[in-house]
């Protein structure tokens, strides 16, 4: 089975930049997660998704950070404007109803400068 | 708010030692403690789980004990093997919430 798709791996950009990270969950699975892991540190969640619905959100910071699942599926997360403190690995995991078992993409590597 | 405490920050094992990684946990409320594994560049991969109604889980070379009474937990890895070395992360669930510990990055020397 294929694993959770993340583009692009890598992105440069120069502050208040805005930037658009794309992710594709193992097919049937309803749950999405996005996490920030800053360097040294375990991953932090976002935002989860159930379906097409948000079911936490509470450590999203919604004044530069949003997320979308469309039609239940693909999800976008997106910064505007970066901040250097918005340096990190972002990952995007699935599982197949929330909860236990998540499994996870291998992140995109954001820098900016 | 840091609710998952890990240590070590880092540990070298030599080949065939154990490595020992603990973690505490603050809320009663997680009911599901697994570990997760990373290699760089990856993301974490589970690697074993453990609910608090029993003590102990082995899954080959790698156990988690587990103390309730305590809201401790560790990791055991038996016989480490070079293709050990990578950063191992405990995590707690309750509902919906997953909180990570920081990590531990280990290291097998040949």
């Known amino acids: 089975e294929a694993g959770v798709a993340q583009s692009p791996r890598y992105k440069i950009i120069e502050k208040r930049q805005s930037v658009a990270f794309w992710c594709n969950p193992i097919?049937?699975?309803?749950?999405l997660y996005w996490y920030q892991q800053i360097l040294g540190q375990g991953p932090k969640l976002l935002i989860q998704f159930q379906n097409n619905g948000v079911v936490d959100d509470s450590q999203l910071p919604k004044d530069r950070f949003s997320a979308e699942r469309l039609k239940g599926v693909d999800s976008t997360l997106k910064i505007q404007p970066a901040k250097l403190e918005d340096s990190a690995v972002y990952l995007c995991?699935?599982?197949?109803?929330?909860?236990?078992?998540?499994?996870f993409g291998p992140g995109t590597r954001l820098t900016v400068l | 708010q840091q609710q998952v405490k890990q240590s070590p920050q880092s540990l070298i094992v030599q080949k065939g030692g154990i490595s020992i990684i603990n973690c505490a946990y603050e809320n009663t409320a997680f009911d599901y403690f697994p570990w997760y594994q990373q290699f760089p560049g990856k993301g974490p991969a589970l690697l074993i789980a453990?609910?608090?109604?029993?003590s102990e889980k082995k899954e080959g070379r790698f156990t988690i004990s587990f103390n309730k009474s305590a809201k401790q937990f560790s990791l055991h890895i038996m016989d480490s093997q070079p293709g050990d070395s990578a950063t191992y992360f405990c995590?707690?669930?309750?509902?919906?919430?997953?909180?990570f510990g920081a990590g531990t990055r280990l290291t097998v020397k040949p």
């Open positions: 453990i609910r608090p109604d029993v």
């Open positions: 995991a699935s599982s197949p109803s929330g909860g236990a078992e998540q499994f």
């Open positions: 995590a707690a669930l309750g509902g919906h919430d997953m909180r």
């Open positions: 097919s049937g699975h309803a749950t």
